[in-house]
């Protein structure tokens, strides 16, 4: 059965991070959004973005397109802003794969 992934990277990387997998679930017939993390510093406080404003981003790519049922993957620190969106939701199963573990094929 088809799912809804969306693969957030880890620190300073982007979704090219997982183009090969990404290729991989869509041609299986998987939905796949792979997220592009804001870097940047804020210009008012100079600070960089953290944990809460990467799950703020994930959140808002997953209530923007309206996703259900989505499959979270988080490389390396992707996993932390992965957890901060699931965190009040119901959580069958997680699993923290490796960056260096990628190109994972199942």
């Known amino acids: 059965m088809p799912s809804t992934f969306v ?3 880890g620190n300073l990387r982007g979704a ?3 183009a090969e997998f990404e290729r991989e679930l869509a041609s299986r017939g ?3 959004y792979a997220l592009d ?3 940047e510093r804020n210009p ?3 600070r960089l973005p953290g944990i809460r404003e990467q799950a703020q981003q994930t959140e808002e790519l997953i209530t923007s397109r309206h996703l259900k049922d989505v499959v979270l993957v988080g490389a390396s620190n992707g ?3 992965v957890m901060q969106v699931v965190a009040g939701a119901l959580i ?3 699993l923290r794969v490796p960056v260096h573990a990628l190109p ?3």
């Open 37 to 39: 993390l804001e870097w």
């Open 30 to 32: 998987h939905t796949v």
């Open 44 to 46: 008012q406080t100079g």
């Open 16 to 18: 090219w991070l997982w």
């Open 104 to 106: 994972v094929l199942f």
């Open 79 to 81: 996993g932390v802003p």
């Open 92 to 94: 069958l199963c997680a």
């Open 7 to 9: 693969l957030v990277p």
